[in-house]
């Protein structure tokens, strides 16, 4: 037995050395190696934090918000009032979008979409100086014609100085510099204005006559220098103030000719209108900016003239026919080839005066979205606080700069279609016209100032910042 309890005594005696020497070792490691990191694996975002949505979520969420906002804009409005947001081409909120609706000056952007679709990029309007046989020795024995190109911002530096923002036009001044500059120093007979590339019909027949009476355009013509006024005040842009020409044609012949008389030009006779001859030998030519340029124009300024006499060129070139009538048809006849939404759409002028036009929200949407905030027709827009029928509107510091659009405005009309910077950079594109018989101008434009700022403020639910990881 006392054979058995020493060696079983041995055994228990290195097993128990064994493991004080493991525990020495784990004792030396501690002291020099750093005890492992605690983990902490409790979520920095709460289960249920807008962080951890979906981005398809998070933007469904925003438009919600939008939308909701939207509808207060609608409760401020009358009754028969449109109202369509989108993001992106995806509808954020249609109130009416597709009722027919008298638009005002948002009708412009009708006319300018469709000169943009029916003419060339790269067109530009042209007006000439032509006789019936080239000069000899500086003398054109007979007539110099002008002859009118359509041209709408056909202009004096004087007749521009008169608006407070910068314009584009056609200086007519160049013209007469090119004459000089070929060498004519005396007509022996008259400057006659040529004018008839369009009709001769001066207005729309379904404006009120109180809008010919204000000058709400000039004298429509072909031939328009300073948009047909034979006067009007240096120091003061409103038309009403002007005088219209009787004979545009005439009137424009009048002004090249106290021109050229300015550059030394002998003019033995008196101005005139009338046509020049078939064959012709040209002289000088003036060309305009490119149609883009021109279309910019008349939606920045909301100008009248400028419009109508698109219309009729957009006329000429569609059906041959420089009219009124020929371009409305011909502007109705593009847009639907284009695939526009041209339900409940009828096409009365180019500027928005008459109130037989109707169109839709949902058809500005569509032209505004398929153009596209980068287009030519978007370059064109008035920018709040910045440009344009814009210019002392949406002045606020949140707002200023961030709203293009295209205004309209009659008695019973507020307009107001464009794009909206919203708060992540995005535009909005969107589309508001109200009606109601003598609507408060200062109401409505009240209520599109609540219209911009819920616009620029999207997206107001969580961010993409807000709903990434921390």
């Not at 438009?63 to 409005?77: G, K, Q, T």
């Not at 008298?102 to 003419?119: M, R, Y």
């Not at 008169?162 to 005396?186: C, H, K, M, S, W």
């Not at 535009?427 to 616009?455: M, P």
């Given at each position: 037995?006392?054979?058995?309890?020493?060696?079983?005594?041995?055994?228990?005696?290195?097993?128990?050395?064994?493991?004080?020497?493991?525990?020495?070792?784990?004792?030396?490691a501690?002291?020099?190696e750093?005890?492992?990191a605690?983990?902490?694996?409790?979520?920095?975002s709460?289960?249920?934090?807008?962080?951890?949505?979906?981005?398809?979520?998070?933007?469904?969420?925003?438009?919600?918000?939008?939308?909701?906002?939207?509808?207060?804009?609608?409760?401020?409005?009358p009754?028969?009032?449109?109202?369509?947001?989108?993001?992106?081409?995806?509808?954020?909120?249609?109130?009416?979008g597709?009722?027919?609706?008298?638009?005002?000056?948002?009708q412009?952007?009708v006319?300018?979409?469709?000169?943009l679709?029916?003419?060339?990029?790269?067109f530009?309007?042209?007006?000439?100086?032509?006789?019936?046989?080239?000069?000899?020795?500086?003398?054109?024995?007979?007539?110099?014609?002008?002859?009118?190109?359509?041209?709408?911002?056909?202009?004096?530096?004087?007749?521009?100085?008169?608006?407070?923002?910068?314009?584009?036009?056609?200086?007519?001044?160049?013209?007469?510099?090119?004459?000089?500059?070929?060498?004519?120093?005396?007509?022996?007979?008259?400057?006659?204005?040529?004018?008839?590339?369009?009709d001769?019909?001066?207005?729309?027949?379904?404006?009120?006559?109180?809008?010919?009476?204000?000058?709400?355009?000039?004298?429509?013509?072909?031939?328009?220098?300073?948009?047909?006024?034979?006067?009007?005040p240096?120091?003061?842009?409103?038309?009403?103030?002007?005088?219209?020409?009787?004979?545009?044609?005439?009137?424009?012949?009048?002004?090249?000719?106290?021109l050229?008389?300015?550059r030394?030009?002998?003019?033995?006779?008196?101005?005139?209108?009338?046509?020049?001859?078939?064959?012709?030998?040209?002289i000088?030519?003036l060309?305009?900016?490119?149609?883009?340029?021109?279309?910019?124009?008349?939606?920045?300024?909301?100008?009248?003239?400028?419009?109508?006499l698109l219309?009729?060129?957009?006329?000429?070139?569609?059906?041959?026919?420089?009219?009124?009538?020929?371009?409305?048809?011909?502007?109705?006849?593009?847009?639907?080839?284009?695939?526009?939404?041209?339900?409940?759409?009828?096409?009365?002028?180019?500027?928005?005066?008459?109130?037989?036009?109707?169109?839709t929200?949902?058809?500005?949407?569509?032209?505004?979205?398929?153009?596209?905030?980068?287009?030519a027709?978007?370059?064109?827009?008035?920018?709040a606080?910045?440009?344009?029928?814009?210019?002392?509107?949406?002045?606020?510091?949140?707002?200023?700069?961030?709203?293009?659009?295209?205004?309209?405005?009659?008695?019973?009309?507020?307009?107001?279609?464009?794009?909206?910077?919203?708060?992540?950079?995005?535009?909005?594109?969107?589309?508001?016209?109200?009606?109601?018989e003598?609507?408060?101008?200062?109401?409505?434009?009240?209520?599109?100032?609540?219209?911009?700022?819920?616009?620029?403020?999207?997206?107001?639910?969580?961010?993409?910042?807000?709903?990434?990881?921390?």
């Amino acid at each position: 037995m006392r054979r058995l309890i020493i060696p079983l005594l041995l055994f228990v005696a290195a097993g128990v050395a064994a493991w004080m020497a493991r525990d020495a070792d784990r004792q030396a490691a501690a002291e020099t190696e750093p005890a492992p990191a605690i983990v902490d694996s409790t979520p920095n975002s709460p289960m249920f934090s807008a962080r951890r949505l979906p981005d398809f979520i998070r933007v469904a969420n925003s438009n919600d918000v939008l939308a909701a906002d939207l509808v207060s804009v609608v409760e401020s409005s009358p009754d028969r009032t449109c109202l369509v947001v989108t993001s992106g081409g995806e509808e954020v909120f249609n109130h009416n979008g597709g009722m027919p609706i008298v638009p005002a000056s948002a009708q412009k952007l009708v006319t300018g979409a469709a000169a943009l679709e029916q003419l060339p990029a790269d067109f530009r309007f042209v007006t000439t100086a032509v006789t019936e046989q080239s000069p000899e020795g500086g003398i054109i024995n007979g007539d110099l014609y002008l002859v009118g190109g359509g041209d709408p911002i056909l202009a004096t530096a004087r007749y521009i100085g008169r608006y407070p923002e910068a314009q584009t036009f056609t200086d007519v001044a160049q013209l007469a510099d090119q004459i000089v500059a070929a060498g004519v120093a005396e007509i022996t007979g008259r400057v006659v204005g040529d004018e008839t590339r369009y009709d001769t019909v001066r207005a729309v027949g379904s404006w009120p006559p109180r809008f010919i009476d204000q000058n709400q355009t000039g004298p429509l013509s072909a031939l328009s220098i300073n948009d047909g006024f034979a006067r009007y005040p240096d120091d003061n842009e409103a038309n009403q103030l002007a005088t219209a020409a009787a004979d545009p044609a005439e009137n424009s012949a009048r002004i090249l000719d106290d021109l050229l008389e300015e550059r030394g030009v002998v003019i033995r006779g008196s101005a005139a209108s009338g046509v020049a001859p078939a064959i012709s030998v040209e002289i000088a030519r003036l060309e305009s900016l490119p149609i883009a340029d021109v279309v910019g124009q008349m939606l920045a300024s909301s100008d009248n003239s400028t419009a109508e006499l698109l219309l009729k060129e957009i006329g000429l070139s569609a059906r041959n026919e420089g009219s009124s009538l020929a371009g409305a048809e011909a502007s109705g006849v593009l847009m639907t080839r284009a695939g526009f939404k041209m339900a409940g759409v009828e096409v009365a002028d180019g500027s928005g005066l008459s109130s037989e036009n109707s169109l839709t929200c949902d058809l500005l949407i569509d032209l505004l979205d398929k153009a596209g905030p980068d287009s030519a027709l978007a370059a064109g827009l008035a920018i709040a606080g910045e440009r344009g029928t814009l210019l002392d509107r949406f002045t606020g510091p949140d707002v200023i700069g961030k709203i293009r659009g295209k205004t309209g405005s009659l008695r019973e009309v507020s307009a107001l279609a464009g794009f909206a910077q919203a708060s992540n950079g995005d535009d909005l594109t969107f589309a508001y016209i109200a009606n109601q018989e003598e609507l408060s101008s200062d109401r409505s434009h009240e209520v599109q100032e609540d219209l911009g700022e819920e616009l620029v403020q999207y997206p107001e639910g969580p961010t993409r910042d807000q709903v990434g990881p921390k």
